[in-house]
């Protein structure tokens, strides 16, 4: 495989519209906790949002999804600053990640430190809106969190931790809402949280497409090596699981065969997500990734629909 050209690597930070107008610390505060790449804090916050509205409380708990979405931003922000953090001496090796903030030394160590905090204080207020049973679910979500960093040096598949992580607010959502003591009650948020686990899986498999070839120079591991060749039907694979969790979410809430056809959209979109996917195209494959956040706003529309008429 070729080498690419500067031309060929897609940034990872786009200082553009009013993050380029911030002052020089600042702005690089803002980058650090990818301020300018909103397409992150709306994959974490889907999940949230399909739960509160399979159950359906999307119109009369419009202030949760307000929350879920403040908390997205704000705990994505602070994902971002850890990572970046704990990543700094393998950033610095990829040429798509050498610029971020801390690797490049625009912000130091203590200060990302301290900026992690303010966004963690954020995510605070966040968690007293919820009930006690979803703030404790929340809570437990800090120690796959905290160790999904290191997981692309201790195994092929980071990008499966990763939806264990990027999927927990559907049980957030689903419990602040509907979560009950019995198994039957839980049924649908978990195979919704299941199905969202397979779609990230999916999405950020085609994400680590960009950096096969500097990945594979460093050592760091990822879906996208491991399934080699066969990147396509694995992640086609990942999508078909995604859509068979959430229709069974559908059916738990619903069990009518008409109420599977919501899904239809997301099916379709998933498919041309994988019928026009090109590994070797950095570029295309960004472009499918972020794709993934009108994948989502098509799964929480089916959702709202099952939701508001089961």
């Known amino acids: ?109 203590p200060l990302a430190w301290g900026w992690l905090a303010a966004l963690c204080c954020v995510g605070l207020v966040v968690l007293l809106q919820l009930t006690p049973l979803a ?61 969202s686990v397979a779609w990230v899986v999916g999405y950020d498999t085609i994400y680590a497409l960009q950096d096969r070839e500097d990945d594979a120079l460093i050592g760091v591991r990822s879906s996208a090596l491991a399934l080699g060749s066969a990147v396509r039907p694995g992640v086609a694979a990942f999508y078909a699981a995604a859509l068979a969790g959430w229709g069974l979410a559908i059916w738990r809430v619903r069990p009518d065969w008409v109420a599977l056809l919501a899904l239809s959209p997301v099916a379709l979109h998933l498919c041309w997500q994988v019928a026009t996917l090109r590994p070797d195209d950095g570029a295309g494959a960004l472009a499918r990734f972020r794709a993934n956040r009108f994948a989502g706003l098509l799964v929480f529309l089916a959702c709202l629909v099952v939701g508001e008429t089961a």
């Open 135 to 195: 703030a404790g679910i929340a809570v437990a979500a800090l120690l796959p969190v905290a160790a999904y960093p290191f997981m692309k040096r201790v195994t092929w598949w980071p990008q499966a931790w990763l939806g264990i992580v990027f999927s927990w607010a559907a049980l957030v959502g689903w419990a602040d809402v509907a979560g009950g003591s019995t198994p039957a009650r839980w049924e649908p948020g978990l195979w919704l949280y299941a199905g």
């Open 1 to 109: 495989m070729a080498p690419r050209s500067e031309a060929e690597i897609v940034p990872d930070s786009e200082h553009r519209g009013l993050l380029a107008r911030l002052p020089g610390r600042a702005g690089a505060l803002a980058s650090l906790a990818r301020f300018d790449r909103p397409i992150g804090w709306w994959l974490l916050f889907w999940p949230g949002a399909w739960a509160v509205a399979l159950a359906g409380a999307a119109v009369r708990r419009w202030d949760l999804l307000a929350w879920l979405l403040v908390g997205a931003i704000a705990m994505r922000g602070a994902g971002c600053v850890y990572n970046d953090i704990v990543d700094a001496d393998l950033d610095r090796q990829v040429a798509r990640t050498a610029s971020r903030p801390v690797a490049s030394g625009a912000v130091s160590v």
